[in-house]
C-alpha cells in the first residue's frame, strides 16, 4: 500500500472549493456530508494526479 505525504494530502484540501471546506462547520448535516465529500473527492483526485507523475517519471529511462 502507498504511504500517503502529509504535504500532499494538505495541498490537496487546501485546493479544494472555498465552500467545502467552509461547510465542515455548517450546522446543517446535509451540508457537511456534501463538504465532506467534496474534500475527499479533490484529495482523492490531487493524490491520484501526484501518483501519475510520480509513475512517469520512475518509467523514464536513464
Keep these: 500500500m502507498d504511504r500517503i ?3 500532499d494530502l ?3 484540501l487546501l485546493s479544494a472549493p472555498e465552500w ?5 462547520t ?3 448535516a446535509w451540508m457537511r ?3 465532506a465529500r467534496q474534500l475527499a473527492r479533490t484529495a482523492a483526485l490531487r493524490m491520484r494526479e501526484a ?3 510520480q509513475n512517469e517519471q ?3 529511462p536513464l
Design 5 to 7: 505525504d502529509e504535504t
Design 10 to 12: 494538505t495541498e490537496a
Design 20 to 24: 467545502a471546506r467552509a461547510g465542515l
Design 26 to 28: 455548517s450546522p446543517s
Design 33 to 35: 456530508e456534501d463538504a
Design 51 to 53: 501518483r501519475l507523475v
Design 58 to 60: 520512475d518509467e523514464l
